[in-house]
């Protein structure tokens, strides 16, 4: 398995490209099983769980191929099987999300229970109850979800809590149910509202997309398209915690500033200077960061899936901070690797307590989901001496070029194939 060794102590400074959203490529290459008709999808990041997805497509009969970088077309034409392979599924909760199509499209879908980064509970039962109110019959044994209806109906929906995955599966069953849907209590993400979009580009009739209630217009059929997907702002955090750790000053292009507002004012209280355009968004930091408090909470609130990050920063401030993780109970498994390269936390509950040190030191250290391998390189930017990651797979899930994007601003970073001479020098 591969590794990515960091020397830390390099300032980061440079201008650095932000890929496509993965959570949005993710829920719009679902979405594209109700077209009849080639879609295009550009600015695709090359990540495993969008390849991932695709295996998915492909074994329910949908031609995928590549058009050129970042650009891909799928064709749902032919779309011919009602069953998500379970060995797909299991790595990658998303890929759930192929059940309300399936039904929109064929009336039947059996799907695995899905997997994905162990952090905490994340039900399907918004996903389901969403399903069979729309008139779908619903089973759940054997590891399975098996649902059926000759055709789905339209009826009012709502959420008991704003869940992004379940608002956007109900979103796509509805586009080929019979009558009018109506979701409320949703979530309104950016990926939600850019999931609209794309549905409305295919002929659906939506809505209120990013808005807490959603309508949607049954519509007979809907056809290919050409979409490009929108920045991926937990990418654009990163990156932008990256440089902050290193008191860096990077330019982040193709970038959505109002995406990351929640993030863009953390960093400000900490003493960061962002400076906003329409596209970008430069970030400089010139001294110690200091502490602040976080609360993760539903869009627009600050995301779950960058507290982790944020965390690596605060690791160094100066003082103390509490993180507070309201969305996902096991989100704070990358504490104890932190400690190793001493950070001084404390978690209690669902709370991290975070003393700031002057100065972490590398080390040996293991990822154990996407965002906490995030977490990690930001702190081994700014650590003293060399670290090891390992736990890769996890990053390759949701980063796309990770370590060439952070060599490109100056950090001493490389990926290699893990050896036994962990000791020895980086090349």
Same mark, same amino acid.
């Given at each position: ?57 492909? !074994? ?123 979701? !409320? ?139 507070? !993780? ?37 080390? !040996? ?63």
């Amino acid at each position: 398995m591969d590794s990515i060794y960091i020397v830390g102590g390099n300032r980061l400074t440079g201008e650095v490209k932000v890929s496509g959203s993965k959570n949005g490529t993710l829920a719009i290459m679902a979405g594209a099983l109700l077209a009849k008709g080639p879609t295009i999808l550009e600015n695709v990041p090359r990540i495993t769980d969008v390849h991932t997805m695709m295996e998915m497509l492909q !074994e329910l009969g949908v031609r995928v191929r590549e058009l050129e970088p970042n650009t891909f077309e799928i064709d749902a034409t032919d779309l011919q099987s009602h069953e998500a392979p379970y060995d797909l599924v299991k790595k990658m909760r998303a890929s759930f999300c192929v059940a309300g199509p399936l039904i929109g499209r064929l009336g039947y879908a059996k799907v695995p229970m899905p997997g994905g980064c162990d952090i905490g509970a994340r039900p399907v039962d918004f996903h389901v109850k969403g399903l069979q109110m729309l008139g779908a019959k619903v089973t759940m044994e054997h590891g399975y979800v098996e649902a059926k209806a000759d055709k789905l109906k339209g009826a009012t929906i709502y959420l008991d809590f704003p869940s992004a995955g379940a608002t956007q599966h109900i979103m796509t069953a509805a586009c080929l149910a019979e009558g009018v849907t109506r979701i !409320e209590n949703c979530a309104m993400e950016p990926e939600v509202n850019d999931l609209a979009e794309f549905l409305i580009a295919m002929g659906a009739k939506i809505k209120g997309g990013g808005t807490s209630t959603i309508e949607i217009e049954g519509v007979d059929e809907m056809r290919g398209a050409r979409y490009r997907m929108i920045p991926d702002r937990m990418e654009a955090g990163t990156l932008a915690m990256a440089a902050c750790i290193t008191r860096g000053d990077v330019l982040l292009t193709d970038c959505s500033p109002e995406h990351c507002s929640a993030m863009f004012k953390k960093l400000q209280e900490t003493g960061v200077k962002v400076i906003e355009g329409p596209d970008w968004a430069r970030v400089i930091a010139d001294s110690r960061p200091k502490a602040t408090d976080i609360k993760t909470m539903p869009h627009p609130g600050f995301p779950t899936d960058m507290q982790q990050p944020f965390a690596a920063l605060l690791a160094v401030a100066d003082g103390t901070s509490v993180i507070t !993780e309201n969305v996902y109970e096991r989100r704070f498994k990358y504490v104890s690797e932190l400690g190793r390269m001493g950070a001084d936390i404390i978690q209690e509950g669902r709370t991290a307590i975070i003393k700031g040190v002057p100065k972490l030191t590398g080390a !040996e250290v293991s990822s154990s989901d996407l965002r906490a391998g995030a977490a990690l390189i930001i702190a081994a930017l700014a650590a003293d001496g060399r670290s090891e990651i390992s736990g890769v797979e996890h990053i390759d899930r949701g980063y796309e070029r990770i370590v060439d994007k952070l060599a490109s601003l100056g950090a001493e970073i490389v990926r290699r194939e893990a050896a036994p001479e962990t000791s020895a020098r980086m090349a």
